[in-house]
């Protein structure tokens, strides 16, 4: 399988109930929380970016230059996103069958300083082990990104609840699939609360590429 055939399925229509307002608008330097993460996933290998949204998503959190390079990404809008994130990885891969994509990733919007060395380098262990899916592990536990083959497309469409793809890694045969271990916690850390949000601002600083442990 080759890199431009798999799609990236950005999700951005969580409700944000514990943060109080939009995460993906929230300030982060000169962009947003949400334009960090939709610029490093345009910025990668990934051949094309699904951003899931809720239907009345204006997309104000996505900074103009991001808004010029709309060839590499498009807004896919999920009526069911309210009901879990389950639903929303639903909409990503009815979009992405349609564009005929072999594989997808998962992406979270609210990782902003997830970098492309680590989704790349998820890629290319996918291409290498060849199984049904590919997920990124820190500290014991897996967590997105997550790429999953065309073989498991119908399993994802059936997905419910807002545990999102979590459920399936209980029942996939575990030979059909790969974990990668890695040891950057910036990559996997994720804004949930308005705490995490201060201590994001007041502890991480953006640093350039290359960065990539295991």
Request: glycine residues 6%.
């Amino acid at each position: 399988m080759s890199n431009k055939k798999m799609t990236g399925i950005f999700l951005a229509a969580g409700k944000s109930s514990r943060m109080g307002e939009s995460k993906l608008d929230l300030p982060l330097g000169q962009t947003t929380i949400g334009s960090m993460g939709l610029r490093t996933a345009v910025e990668s290998n990934l051949e094309h970016i699904l951003v899931v949204t809720k239907p009345e998503d204006s997309l104000n959190w996505v900074d103009r230059d991001l808004r010029a390079r709309e060839t590499q990404w498009m807004q896919v809008q999920s009526p069911q996103a309210p009901q879990g994130q389950a639903h929303s990885i639903g909409s990503g891969v009815k979009a992405a069958n349609a564009r005929h994509a072999e594989a997808v990733m998962i992406l979270l919007g609210d990782q902003p300083y997830l970098s492309k060395t680590t989704i790349n380098d998820l890629m290319e262990q996918h291409e290498t082990y060849e199984k049904w899916y590919t997920a990124s592990k820190y500290r014991e536990r897996i967590q997105p990104p997550v790429i999953f083959s065309r073989s498991l497309f119908p399993l994802l469409l059936k997905l419910t609840g807002d545990k999102g793809a979590r459920p399936l890694f209980h029942t996939l045969p575990r030979e059909q699939g790969v974990t990668i271990n890695y040891e950057d916690g910036r990559d996997f850390y994720d804004v949930d609360t308005k705490e995490d949000y201060r201590w994001l601002l007041e502890n991480m600083q953006f640093q350039e590429e290359p960065r990539i442990h295991r």
